[in-house]
């Protein structure tokens, strides 16, 4: 019983975070409805959230074993509880800047206690990676959600009302959830075994760490597909509503294509991946979705108002456009593992510090440069630029399989 109370409040913490951390796309299109903000000014709420848990995983990690897992998951909590508590009532762009903010650095507090209260209540590589997967299963099931949840507030009779904002009020509901089984889960506190000066050794070595030729060429990938994937997930609900013509609940909901596909190209492909090696299959995945997006963009032609009435009345492009989620699913995990099999299992903390750190900076990155260009010149061409960090995650592929060719581990 105390493991399932346990497992329970890291699961809902988790759950409830993977609706906030997605919503990004959600409110940037209503945010640029409701504020009348322009896309570039709307595009920097990536970058709040983003930047937010890379800063703070990164510069307090080490110090939360000091004050223990339970009560820096509560502070995430309780901040952001009543920061969905305060932004209806503000309604203003601003609030909506700070809350992400809120959101990025508490979930760079919870993620950190996660992980490790998950070692705490397993006993063996086998529990451990069961429960992990569990856990991320979980934060994939509230990215789903989160797209139906905001849809239902939003009206789509009146697009610039700032009801949708509402739907804060039920997510301070779920934390305050979410905290009471953390308060009541008996989750214990680490030994402080840690030294004072331990943040500025890690920060030394991952600066060392990222001196490495194979390393350089690593986080440059890391940091061109998450551009990619944030740039298209980010502004994949404008592109419906702006490009397709769309309403915007309907924009928001088929937007849930883009994790689904993400979901089952990573399920599938760790399936794949023990009968092929990686290399060919990723250079498959990117041509794949290079093609995608050639042959879906010129298809994305506006719809006449009111004649798309549910999910089934939607053209064929807003399939197609989220389906590059299929293709582009397994990147990420997949040179992440190729990477930490190649070092040392001591060079593996300040790897995942780079990791955190160059895939906030590329998220943020092509959040901003798809909203200039979205702005510019339109959704279709925002989409198009995706093709150019294509061509380049290629081209640093090449080198990465180069310079990691003495390793002698498979990465599945």
Not at 21 to 39: A, E, M, R, Y
Not at 99 to 126: E, H, R
Not at 259 to 287: D, E, M, Q
């Amino acid at each position: 019983m105390p493991r399932l109370l346990i497992v329970a409040a890291i699961a809902a913490s988790y759950f409830v975070f993977a609706i906030l951390l997605n919503s990004v796309g959600t409110v940037i299109l209503q945010s640029i409805n409701t504020f009348d903000i322009s896309k570039p000014e709307a595009s920097v709420l990536e970058g709040f959230k983003d930047l937010s848990i890379a800063g703070v995983s990164f510069l307090i990690a080490s110090f939360i074993p000091r004050i223990g897992y339970k009560i820096a998951m509560l502070i995430g909590l309780a901040m952001v509880g009543i920061l969905c508590a305060l932004t209806p009532s503000i309604a203003s762009f601003w609030v909506i800047k700070l809350l992400f903010a809120g959101v990025g650095t508490a979930f760079a507090l919870v993620k950190v206690s996660v992980y490790a209260i998950i070692g705490q209540v397993t006993d063996s590589t086998k529990s451990h990676s069961s429960l992990m997967n569990t856990i991320e299963g979980i934060f994939m099931l509230g990215v789903l959600s989160g797209y139906w949840i905001f849809s239902a507030f939003i009206d789509p009779l009146n697009t610039a009302s700032a009801s949708w904002l509402n739907v804060y009020y039920f997510l301070a509901l779920l934390l305050l959830a979410a905290l009471l089984l953390v308060m009541a889960a008996p989750i214990t506190t680490p030994a402080k075994e840690e030294l004072p000066g331990q943040a500025l050794g890690d920060f030394v070595a991952m600066i060392k760490l990222a001196y490495q030729p194979l390393v350089l060429i690593f986080v440059l990938s890391i940091f061109l597909y998450v551009l990619i994937e944030q740039g298209i997930g980010s502004w994949l609900p404008t592109f419906n509503r702006e490009v397709l013509g769309l309403p915007v609940n309907i924009s928001i909901q088929i937007t849930s294509i883009f994790a689904v596909s993400l979901a089952i190209g990573r399920l599938g492909a760790g399936a794949i991946l023990t009968k092929v090696h990686w290399y060919p299959f990723l250079n498959s995945c990117l041509v794949l979705m290079a093609l995608i997006m050639l042959l879906s963009l010129p298809l994305a032609t506006r719809v006449p108002e009111g004649t798309v009435l549910s999910l089934f009345d939607a053209p064929l492009a807003a399939f197609l456009v989220p389906m590059i989620g299929l293709m582009m699913a397994p990147i990420y995990p997949v040179i992440n593992s190729v990477m930490l099999s190649s070092l040392p299992r001591p060079q593996h903390a300040p790897m995942t510090g780079l990791i955190v750190v160059f895939s906030a900076l590329g998220g943020t990155t092509g959040s901003i440069i798809t909203g200039y260009v979205f702005e510019a010149l339109g959704g279709q061409t925002a989409f198009y630029f995706s093709l150019i960090p294509i061509v380049l995650i290629l081209v640093t592929l090449f080198f990465f399989k180069r310079s990691s060719h003495s390793m002698t581990r498979p990465a599945n």
